[in-house]
């Protein structure tokens, strides 16, 4: 069963520091809820995690049985953009998706009717409402059976009802074995594990880095 | 002294720093021998008169132009494969300067062409292969300047470098061949291994000088750049304190 | 992957349109340029028409990526794990095909337009089909550089053209080799598929290192 471990992590932006050692470890089953100011990177924390960032030091560590395997093999992320093209219908939206992480989940249009789009999965996804749309964007983590999400902000533009849905997909994910690190600063609608507060890990500009070293 | 100390952006100021005078020294003492020997003691020649003089500042010109970007291009590696944050600064720094050289080398191409050939302009294969490589320069020079974030701009960069420094052969291969389909060649060439020692030696000190001028003034870029980029920081610093004073 | 980007690809279509678009309007304005001279045209028609493909490709070539940086596609496609040197392979084949295939396609017609001759018009089919992959492979790395920049699409066209040179020399080249008679028509081609395969491998790893910059 998975397990993804992460020592001394250390993030920089533009050659600047964001922020520094952090140590997670999150096993099968568990949820962690990252938490923290505007721009202590919550985002950048879970881009370091699935390979979008390089880190600025420190290790990311994944055991799934196999020593090859890498977080992005594993992993669903959620990140502020849809990933959805305007043009094409939401089922087909959908179903490409499948087919590039794996067709081992939900079909398409089972999975938009978990998350209640079944009327409108054959809309162009132009049509949708932002909610609709982030809706369609959590139906992709079903399309695909993968053990990790990384879900960056996922209730925003979800209405009070689709949060509740949010809560009940992850926790039948939780359920089933999967692990689930969400970035947010608001209150989830599903049981946390753990919390890591980004704040305390703030890497002042004092620290310097690249071309400032003083020494 | 290690070329790593000398790597470390803070050691790197205050070696140039002290380096600096005695390089200015250095290209205006050649600088001065080499005109002179230009104007004064190379012969005009028999077939050009004395408009072969241009020839002195054109061919050290053209020689830098490509020298400068090697220079980027190792620059580049040295982004891409030691992840050094001096590597940017120099290939960031060298950009300008290799176009303003290439700029040289075409403006003082085209004043000689003019009583040579009859006109300002010829399509000639090395002229055009020139251009060519301005153009890459100022390519460069706008990807540089469109990014707010150096650290990816010269990533970025690097690696356009790069793949820019393998085509120029190809290009250059590539307009010898256009060219000598276009206009069979009539130009005189000064190349070959008949020139005389009276305009080598005044043509190697030439090239020294311009050299030296290039060395100094691509230090004198970096640095500015380095102090550029602390001053950013600095901006930074100021900015992070009074937000923790707001909170 | 490759496959199912390749189609999506295909599906949203693109710049074909437009490339063609652009295309025709570039032929209509050269003979208001140069004059209706038609032995005049037929000499500079096949350097017309490949400058004309070469900018139509450039053209659209500003959306290849940035659409699906934009709207988060590049960053679901660079986390699952495929490596991205496919993406690029899947989205420059679709782009060859949406945008440059209609364009070889309306050469012949484009051809009796610039009073071009038959063995002219197969040529310039013949040079186009194997030089334009190339072209589009080059200019993927422009893409692949300006894709975060939201106007980079003039930068792109500064930053590769100079790229692009030697593929258009020995294309108009190979394709005035052709119908001249002293020049041979083998050289200059077989050169032009070395350029395009050194290009199409070039431009694939480049391109693929340049969005993994880009993304960070």
Known sequence: MPTLTASGLACQRGGYPVFSGVDLEIATGQTLQVTGRNGSGKSSLLRLLCGLLEPAGGTIRFDAGDPEARVADHCHYLGHENGLKPQLTTVDNLDFWRKVYGPTGKAAREALSVVGLDRVADLPTAYLSAGQKR?????????????TWLLDEPTAALDRPSESLLGEIVD???????????????????????TLDLTAHHASARVPAGLGADQ | MQIIELANPTRFLSISARLMPVLVGA?????????????????????????????????????????????????????????HPLADVSAKAAAPIGAVFTFLALATGSLWGKPMW??????????????VLFLMYLGLIALWRSFDDQIAA????????????????????SVDWWNTLHQPASVVRLDGPTIHSSILWPLLVMALAFSLLFLVLHLAAMRTEILRRRVDRLRRLAADDRLQQGA | MIGAVFLRDLRLGGAGFIGLTFFLALVTIIPFGVGPDLNLLARIGPAVLWIGALL??????????????????LDLLLASGHAIEGVVLAKVAAYWVTTTLPLIAAVPF??????????????????????????????????AVTVSLPR?????????????????????????????????????????????LFGAVVGLFASAAALRTATR
């Open chain 1, 135 to 147: 809706r369609a964007a959590i139906a992709r983590l079903l399309v695909s059976n993968r053990s």
């Open chain 1, 172 to 194: 039948a994910h939780t359920r089933a074995g999967g692990l689930t690190i969400v970035a947010t600063h608001l209150t989830l609608p599903f049981a946390v594990t753990a």
């Open chain 2, 27 to 83: 290209t205006a003492v050649c600088f001065v021998v080499g005109l002179y020997m230009a104007f004064f003691v190379a012969p005009p020649d028999y077939q050009q008169g004395e408009t072969v003089r241009i020839m002195f500042l054109h061919v050290p010109s053209a020689w830098l132009a490509m020298f400068c970007y090697t220079i980027m291009a190792l620059s580049a590696l040295g982004t891409l494969v030691w992840k």
């Open chain 2, 118 to 131: 009859g006109t300002w302009w010829v399509w000639d294969a090395r002229l055009t292969s020139v251009l």
């Open chain 2, 154 to 173: 010269g990533r970025l960069c690097a690696k356009l470098t790069l793949v820019g420094f393998i085509n120029i052969p190809i290009i250059k291969f």
């Open chain 3, 56 to 73: 139509s490709i450039l053209l659209g070539l500003d959306r290849l990526f940035r659409a699906d940086y934009e709207d988060g596609s």
């Open chain 3, 110 to 143: 484009f051809g009796f337009f610039l009073n071009l001759e038959p063995v002219a018009i197969g040529a310039l089919v013949v040079t186009m089909a194997v030089g334009t992959p190339g072209l589009a492979f080059a200019g993927a790395i422009g893409a």
């Open chain 3, 152 to 196: 980079g699409g003039l930068l792109l066209a500064v930053i590769i053209l100079p790229i692009c040179i030697p593929i258009l020399i020995f294309g108009v080249t190979a394709t005035r080799a052709a119908f001249t008679d002293p020049d041979p028509f083998l050289p200059p081609f077989l050169i032009l598929i070395a350029l395009t």
